[in-house]
T-cell receptor, first 114, second 112 residues
Framework: GAGVSQSPSNKVTEKGKDVELRCDPI?????LYWYRQRLGQGLEFLIY????????KSGLPSDRFSAERTGESVSTLTIQRTQQEDSAVYLC????????????FGNGTRLTVT | DQQVKQNSPSLSVQEGRISILNCDYT??????FLWYKKYPAEGPTFLIS?????DKNEDGRFTVFLNKSAKHLSLHIVPSQPGDSAVYFC???????????FGQGTTLQVKP
């Protein structure tokens, strides 16, 4: 596809369940980012992958959050034992290089934890 | 610790007038700055950027100004159009980090 694709677009889950969010970046983009936007707030950095380098996980809010990336393609963000405060829109973005290039965002996954 | 701050949550402007959105940052290592626009239920889209070696960058109706000594940047939209109504985020990164830090966003409403 032409842009960053995220699935599912919406996810409702019960507190305590695990969820997995998927991101397909733009082909050829070496850098991939995950952000979170809670209601009424800005974009909160979660994690950043650049090529084969170790990911920057400095934004992950707790050890319940993890992310993987297969080579320079698909990434999954996993949230274990979900809590109500995890409810947010989770946005994935990719770019050609890690620095100095604009990010291209997907439309996000809206996660609601009941 | 909010490294990038947009202190105005909202701004309302008449069509045809200038919109000025402001952003402040605290990290002196930031050297690349961007503005993004976001419509509801969509991801942010890139608008314009500026590197720290410049103090102005212009693209059509959009101009970004950077004042490094004040750690301040602004986005000017002129003339403003109703279709510009959206949430605007500024973002910054430091060289060699790749991590892009966003502000909280400013909701712009352009009234016809």
């Amino acid at each position: 596809g032409a842009g960053v694709s995220q699935s599912p677009s919406n996810k409702v889950t019960e507190k305590g369940k695990d969820v997995e969010l998927r991101c397909d970046p733009i082909s050829g983009h070496t850098a991939l980012y995950w952000y979170r936007q809670r209601l009424g707030q800005g974009l909160e950095f979660l994690i950043y992958f650049q090529g084969n380098s170790a990911p920057d996980k400095s934004g992950l809010p707790s050890d319940r959050f993890s992310a993987e990336r297969t080579g320079e393609s698909v990434s999954t963000l996993t949230i274990q034992r979900t809590q109500q405060e995890d409810s947010a829109v989770y946005l994935c973005a990719s770019s050609l290089v890690g620095t100095g290039a604009p990010l291209h965002f997907g439309n996000g996954t809206r996660l609601t934890v009941t | 610790d909010q490294q990038v701050k947009q202190n105005s949550p909202s701004l309302s402007v008449q069509e045809g007038r200038i919109s000025i959105l402001n952003c402040d940052y605290t990290n002196s290592m930031f050297d690349y700055f961007l503005w993004y626009k976001k419509y509801p239920a969509e991801g942010p889209t890139f608008l314009i950027s500026i590197s720290s070696i410049k103090d102005k960058n212009e693209d059509g109706r959009f101009t970004v100004f950077l004042n490094k000594s004040a750690k301040h940047l602004s986005l000017h939209i002129v003339p403003s159009q109703p279709g510009d109504s959206a949430v605007y985020f500024c973002a910054a990164s430091a060289i060699n980090t790749g991590k892009l830090i966003f502000g909280q966003g400013t909701t712009l409403q352009v009234k016809p």
